[in-house]
């Protein structure tokens, strides 16, 4: 998933991983599976010394994110994800990265500046 997001992998190699049966879709529960996966690297993409958050404490989000998602992915409405449907999860992916990489350099700009504000209270 990383290297994924990162460039470094294609959308097959995560399909690879999470069709764990190999029957060419991705089931609910692979999806699951998945969804999980993802929110783990996200939390420590924004935080690297968070601890991974543990499956039952994750399920609410993932089953929320499931429920957003599905409709848009199982365009033919059939509980599966076929390779081609998964396309589209791959460029969801890349959406909430781009999102999350802009709030975090938010975020670092205001603590640079709330740095530099402290620095100059200090020299008065």
């Not at 029957?23 to 609910?28: P, Q, R, V």
């Not at 690297?41 to 599905?70: A, G, Y």
Request: net charge negative; with cysteine; hydrophobic share 30%.
């Amino acid at each position: 998933l990383a290297e994924f997001l990162k460039g470094k992998a294609n959308l097959d190699k995560i399909w690879k991983r999470f069709d764990r049966d190999g029957n060419g879709f991705i089931d609910e529960k692979e999806l699951e599976d998945l969804i999980y996966c993802a929110l783990c690297f996200f939390c420590t993409e924004r935080d690297p010394n968070m601890p991974e958050p543990p499956r039952e404490q994750c399920q609410p989000f993932v089953n929320k994110i499931i429920m957003d998602l599905k409709p848009t992915l199982d365009e033919n409405d059939d509980g599966v994800i076929s390779r081609e449907e998964f396309e589209l999860f791959g460029q969801y992916l890349n959406g909430e990265y781009e999102k999350l990489q802009k709030e975090m350099e938010q975020q670092q700009q205001q603590q640079q500046q709330q740095q530099q504000d402290k620095n100059k209270k200090v020299k008065k």
